[in-house]
């Protein structure tokens, strides 16, 4: 990318975003109608993989929840959405290594994961 067409890509982001955070991006690394296209791609890619199958869409809280929504409407098979947190700072800046679960699953996903190359399944995940 030329840094004339990143410098407009980033004057059309920060044009939306409130003053306080436009003066901190440096960079925009893909656009609004980027994401929205790709968001498209993989609820076609999973409706079309899931075709005739409820599945549970599962994303790792906090900053997935934005993510997880836009994919979970733009499916066209059922599905039901659940969140996990999961840590490795505890009450610290820096990680410890070692990953904690704060929440898990409030939905089942037993019976939810036939085995295929493509799908999670216990053996697998």
Known sequence: MTPLRSALQAAAVTSTVPAEYAKHIQKVLFTQKQLQDRIAELGA????????????????????FLAVADVARSLSVPNMVDFMVASSYGDGTESTGVIKLKKDLDIDPSGRCPDSPRRLSPSTG
Do not use: M, N
Not at 45 to 64: F, T
């Open 45 to 64: 890619e999973i409706s079309k993989d899931y075709k005739g199958e409820s599945i549970l869409v599962v994303g790792l809280l906090k900053g997935a």
